[in-house]
């Protein structure tokens, strides 16, 4: 009975308790809900309320009501010490989600930067940060490696010391006025490199804002524009010389027009009064020098504008041989002692007694440099002297002319050997001239071997000098024997003239029935060949352009046609062009020698006497 009744007891008991325990266990989600949304303090507020609510139903006056009040004290116990352990579970598992998360965004957080600097080591520009104030807290790899410094060199402000002193204070103050004022800054400054030197950077640098619109740093980069600034400078500089040369040749056109349409103005109108007017022989006279001076001058002209194609074409070459250097200083000198006289000038030349009596050099070419300067020298004095001295030894010749004429001013001495440059351009200029003398002068000393230079005062004159290393003649050369000036009878012979130009036909042709030769005239190649063919000729004067058939081919035909024969006919060439290379072309072809047009009467008759009075070489 006792086993049955405790047994009865003990089932009620736990039937009981189960009923309480089933009372509470609804109570578990909400302190479980309450933990883990509002955290384990909320929580265990949420335990302590159901607690109290609990216990006052437990104990008198209501527990008294409450058939199962023993057995609800040991379950709210059992409850309490639940709700606890669920409040402490739910706030260590919210802390251990937090901390997953702040690890999660820490990790996000270090990735991005190491993407950043990654990309921010590797772009062409120097990168930097800094904060609101605009203190530097971080460079990139680029930065370093240009500057060569490291970062606690240049934090904060002290990035200045790599800024170019003339232009640090304004980088500083344009930059302040961009940090005071949150907008995107830009200049350019050079930057120094760790070698020292200077290079020209672009910086830009943009606001980063917070959600508020707060600046809370600055994200900058400085890009190398030195090349850029090289190429933009070269660029203008380019563009300025394009627009003076420009210029330049504009005057020179004009100077070139006015100096062509001078001489032609004279030689037409000297002619045209001959032909019209029949004036007396004096007047007759006067006007053919007036008519051959202008003509001399427009040739004059001329060769200056061919010589400066020639030397700008790098085609003109030095034709070194032995020389008598005194001859050639004297006849320069005598060619303008009579322009000097007619200024009322005195005109003397002067060669060292050390200078040998013959040297090697290029007699032509240095004869040009010397008339050119001496005509400059007497153009330009009005009073007082021109003199010409040649000095040294030991194969240095120093070459001066000096005068006593207006002078140049300083700013002009270096423009006055640039082509189409003259000092004074302007429309009333009281000197003539194109301008090239002196740059032609200046190229053909350079290719001789030296360098014509100037100085000068305004109002007391000048002095162009040079130096040439002009070696003495090699013993036992033969020299040049000037001939006895006496009267020899031309040598005979018969001259075939092939040229389509029908008035320098007739006037060659009259130059040479002076002289007593016989003359046939043909119009072009063909028939200089034609006429070649059937004997009796020689000499053939053979223009080069001509129709049907050119002088060269018609040179080479001839020469072809000689193989076999006993004797080689003279051929000479009559031409305009007047560069080296198309000379050394006509030789090539057959020829015997040039005759550059135009040319003196002398200069034909004693070409054609020198041919003659050879006999004709086997062919």
């Known amino acids: 009975m006792v086993l049955a009744g405790a047994a009865f007891l003990s089932r009620q008991w736990f039937a009981d308790q189960f009923a309480v325990s089933a009372t509470y266990i609804f109570l578990y989600p ?87 600097r ?16 605009g203190a530097r807290f971080w460079y990139n790899r680029r930065w370093f490696d240009y500057t060569g410094t490291a970062l606690e060199q240049v934090q904060g402000w002290d990035w200045q010391q790599v800024h170019h002193p003339d232009h640090v204070r304004r980088v500083v103050d344009k930059l302040g006025s961009s940090l005071r004022d949150g907008e995107v800054w830009e200049d350019t400054f050079p930057l120094r490199g760790k070698d020292g030197s200077y290079r020209w950077f672009l ?77 007396d022989p004096e007047q007759r006279r006067k006007l053919l020098e007036m008519a051959d001076s202008s003509a001399h001058r427009l040739l004059g002209i001329i060769n200056d504008l061919l010589d400066f194609t020639t030397l700008e074409s790098h085609q003109l070459k030095i034709d070194l041989r032995p020389f008598d250097l005194r001859q050639s200083v004297r006849a320069a000198a005598e060619m303008y002692l009579r322009p000097a006289g007619e200024k009322g000038l005195r005109l003397r030349w002067e060669v060292a007694q050390e200078i040998p009596a013959q040297i090697v050099g290029d007699p032509a070419r240095l004869d040009q440099v010397l008339t050119n300067l001496l005509d400059n020298a007497v153009k330009f004095t009005d009073r007082g002297d021109v003199a010409l001295t040649v000095t040294g030894s030991g194969g240095e010749l120093a070459v001066a002319v ?35 003398g002196l740059a032609i002068c200046r190229e053909l000393v350079v290719l001789m071997g030296g360098t014509l230079r100037v100085e000068s005062e305004v109002g007391r004159g000048s002095v ?75 000499l053939v004067l053979m223009d080069i352009q001509m129709p049907v058939m050119g002088g060269l081919e018609a040179t080479r035909q ?50 054609v006497g020198n041919f003659l009075g050879r006999p004709n070489p086997p062919a």
């Open 203 to 279: 910086a830009r640098a943009v606001p980063i804002r917070n959600a508020q619109g707060e600046v809370e740093r600055w994200f900058g980069t400085n890009t190398d524009v030195t090349d850029l600034r090289d190429a933009e400078e070269a660029l203008r500089v380019a563009k300025e010389a394009a627009e003076e040369a420009s210029r330049a040749k504009d005057e020179f056109l004009a100077i070139v027009s006015h100096e062509l349409r001078t001489p032609m103005t004279v030689i037409m109108g000297a002619l045209e009064h001959l032909l019209t007017a029949g004036p």
């Open 402 to 436: 000096r005068d006593t004429g207006i002078g140049i001013p300083a700013a002009n001495q270096e423009r006055i050997f640039e082509p189409f440059s003259q000092v004074d351009s302007s429309s009333t200029r009281r000197y003539g001239g194109t301008g090239l």
């Open 30 to 116: 909400a302190v479980l809900v309450t933990s883990m949304l509002a955290g384990v303090l909320p929580g265990l507020l949420a335990t302590a309320v159901t607690v109290l609510l609990a216990a006052l139903w437990i104990f008198p006056p209501f527990g008294a009501l409450w058939p199962l009040a023993t057995a609800d004290l040991l379950s709210l116990g059992i409850y309490t010490v639940m709700a606890v352990l669920i409040c402490l579970t739910s706030g260590y598992y919210r802390r251990m989600q937090k901390r997953i998360r702040v690890l999660e965004t820490e990790q996000a957080r270090r990735e991005s930067e190491d993407r950043f």
């Open 558 to 607: 001839i020469r072809r046609a000689e193989h076999g024969q006993g004797r080689r006919t003279h051929i000479v060439g009559l031409t305009a062009h007047a560069r080296p290379e198309e000379a050394e072309a006509f030789l090539a072809a057959g020829m015997d020698e040039i005759l550059i047009k135009p040319f003196r009467s002398e200069e034909l008759e004693a070409l």
């Open 118 to 133: 990654a990309l921010a080591d590797n772009i062409a520009q120097l990168a930097w940060m800094a904060d609101a104030t």
């Open 464 to 538: 162009f000098s040079f130096t040439l290393p002009l070696p003495p003649a090699v013993a036992g050369r033969p020299r040049a024997q000037t001939e006895p000036s006496r009267e020899r009878a031309a040598p005979s012979g018969r001259i075939l003239l092939a040229e389509d130009d029908p008035v320098i036909q007739q006037l060659v042709a009259l130059l040479l029935h002076r002289k007593g030769w016989e003359v046939t005239l043909v119009e072009n190649g063909r028939q200089a060949v034609e006429r070649w063919q059937r004997g009796g000729i020689d």
